[in-house]
């Protein structure tokens, strides 16, 4: 039972690049989170996805889209990456179906530099 | 959307008893209170969460006033290796989560 993954670790990329950032849970939750995290900051909401089939916007979705490929697997894209998404960015789940209040199990991270 | 207020930073020693302190003056009925850890270089991880009054696990206890309005997280007897922050976070079935700036506790020998 790894959890949940994230790939790759770290990547760097030049302004303008494009990439997707994977994210895969084997705990079979329903709910699948993105957060970025800037230096000496907290957690920011980019998106989540309540259940398989649906996504929603967070705090800070510019710059981002997503994807809900099935229960296990949810994916965000950065379509013309800028310097000012270089951080660290978080996927978790949660077995809620959408209530934010159940406990949300977090993968290491994507290390993303954009120069 | 409620918001969170946490110290940035405290300093403990081994054995002593942590108290962090989060405020929370907008929060909803509907929501709740919930606490993460976090390490350097991983993702957060789950350590408590209430409603009201007290919540006790085996990590940490939880205390909420009548009001609601703030919550404090006990850490009891800490150890080198509870340095770390510590996120206050509230959230709803229905609203967005929103993470408190965190509280870096530093442990010392």
């Known amino acids: 039972n790894a959890g949940v993954t994230q790939t790759p670790k770290f990547q760097v990329l030049k302004t303008g690049q494009s990439m997707t950032l994977q994210c895969a849970q084997d705990?079979?939750?329903?709910?699948m989170y993105w957060y970025r995290q800037d230096p000496g900051m907290g957690l920011r909401l980019i998106y989540y996805?309540?259940?398989?089939?649906?996504?929603d916007k967070g705090e800070v979705p510019n710059g981002y889209n997503v994807s809900r490929l099935n229960k296990r697997e949810f994916s965000l894209r950065l379509e013309s990456a800028a310097p000012s998404q270089t951080s660290v960015y978080f996927c978790?789940?949660?077995?809620?179906?959408?209530?934010?209040?159940?406990?949300?199990?977090f993968g290491p991270g994507t290390r993303l530099l954009v120069l | 959307l409620a918001k969170t207020t946490q110290p940035i930073s405290m300093d403990s020693y081994e054995g002593q008893e942590v108290n962090i302190t989060c405020s929370h003056n907008?929060?909803?009925?509907?929501?709740?209170i919930t606490w993460y850890q976090q390490f350097p270089s991983q993702g957060p991880r789950f350590i408590i969460q209430?409603?009201?009054t007290k919540v006790t696990n085996e990590v940490a206890s939880l205390f909420i006033p009548a009001d609601r309005k703030s919550s404090t997280l006990s850490l009891p007897r800490v150890s080198l290796s509870d340095t770390a922050v510590y996120y206050c976070?509230?959230?709803?079935?229905?609203?967005?989560?929103?993470f408190g700036q965190g509280t870096t506790l530093q442990v010392k020998p």
């Open positions: 978790a789940s949660s077995d809620n179906g959408g209530a934010f209040q159940e406990t949300q199990y």
């Open positions: 705990m079979n939750h329903n709910s």
């Open positions: 996805s309540a259940s398989e089939g649906t996504t």
């Open positions: 976070l509230v959230a709803s079935n229905t609203g967005k989560l929103i």
């Open positions: 209430g409603y009201k």
């Open positions: 907008n929060i909803a009925t509907n929501d709740y």
